[in-house]
């Protein structure tokens, strides 16, 4: 008798799981380049539009609080359409949005295209890494999912690499028009080769689910599933009941001050991070520095960040947990401090924003 995510565990690795696994990372890279093409135009729209750094922040702010908005409220919405529709619908919604911000005109516009964008790529952000994690085996999966969180920094660094030759020719607006189109593209591409979750599947439990499963086993070349997992819950208790369980089980006493202390430092870590993508650039350019230094050190902010998650992925099977965070936030903050506080020479500069990406993206 062999289930669908024992035949996946136990099973060579095919080239389809490969695939998906790459599709997902390509998706988080388009999403990455859109969210934070911002900060590398910040300057550019400022100007143009006559938006005091002020204003800029409320742009900032509202793709944040987007993107927290998708990711508590959109993402658990894939336990009951299927994380594909909600992929591919994230991948319209962000593209479309991008697409009109290369069409705005105004501060209202701005802030109101980038909470859009933002909660199509904060749903984004949890449904692909859940798609790759299920498609994987156990054996693979953290690299997996590794892979696929490193994708948005990718695509940050690639809004350095592109800015340079579409800026000159373009302007700003061209950073959004092309961000907009692939992720579009993106969005074609996942309607014709990203398969449905199985565990939505499975979860589902329709009389014909185990055809429907081993028709999903045959397309990535596994063999056919015997039997599926023992389910008490439909597809509604657990996108409602079974989560509202959760969330009652991690606000229990027991529970419930490990919960909000690590809800708070997972918001004030996130937020951090948001604000160093958004704004390095700008800092850079205000310190006295050309567009193209800008533009470099946020190459090496989110190169940082890519080495970082790898990194940190591998030893957190390693280390105790707790302890590497806490590592990694204090010297994070001991490298944002010297970055605000101590002058130094460029090239320790840019090292030092290189190491911060390590530690915060890691």
């Not at 388009?30 to 550019?44: E, W």
């Not at 922040?57 to 359409?81: E, K, N, Q, T």
């Not at 001991?334 to 506080?341: D, H, Q, S």
């Amino acid at each position: 008798m062999s289930t669908p995510t024992e035949i996946i565990d136990t099973s060579a690795v095919s080239g389809r799981q490969i695939l998906i696994i790459i599709l997902c990372l390509l998706f988080n890279m388009v999403d990455g380049f859109d969210i934070t093409a911002m900060a590398i135009v910040a300057q550019s729209v400022g100007q143009e539009l006559s938006l005091s750094a002020e204003k800029l922040g409320w742009i900032f702010s509202m793709a944040l609080a987007g993107m927290m908005a998708g990711a508590m409220l959109l993402a658990p919405l894939s336990d009951v359409f299927g994380r594909r529709k909600m992929i591919i619908s994230s991948l319209v919604l962000v593209g479309s949005s991008i697409v009109l911000t290369a069409n705005a005109t105004s501060l209202t516009g701005f802030m109101l295209l980038r909470f859009i964008s933002g909660l199509g790529a904060g749903c984004l952000l949890a449904t692909q890494a859940t798609l790759a994690s299920e498609y994987s085996p156990e054996r693979f999966r953290t690299l997996a999912v590794s892979a696929v969180t490193a994708g948005y920094p990718i695509g940050a660094m690639m809004t350095s690499v592109v800015a340079a030759y579409l800026i000159p020719e373009y302007g700003w607006r061209g950073m959004f028009w092309f961000g907009g189109v692939m992720t579009l593209l993106m969005a074609c591409v996942a309607f014709f080769l990203i398969p449905e979750s199985l565990k939505f599947l499975i979860t589902k439990r329709s009389p014909d689910t185990l055809e429907i499963v081993n028709q999903q086993l045959a397309a990535i070349g596994k063999p056919l599933a015997t039997s599926l997992p023992e389910t008490t819950q439909t597809i509604n208790d657990s996108a409602t009941t079974g989560l509202l369980s959760n969330v009652a089980t991690l606000l229990s006493p027991e529970q419930r001050r490990t919960t909000i202390l690590l809800w708070f430092a997972f918001f004030l870590s996130f937020a951090t991070l948001y604000v160093l993508m958004s704004w390095i650039p700008k800092m850079i350019e205000d310190s006295g520095y050309d567009f193209s230094i800008g533009r470099d050190a946020f190459f090496l902010f989110n190169l940082g960040g890519v080495i970082g998650i790898f990194l940190m992925g591998a030893m957190s099977t390693r280390c105790r947990l707790s302890i590497l965070l806490s590592i990694l936030l204090i010297g994070s903050a001991a490298g944002m401090v010297i970055f605000a506080l101590i002058s130094v020479e460029l090239s320790i500069l840019m090292l030092i924003i290189f190491l911060i990406g390590l530690l915060q993206q890691g």
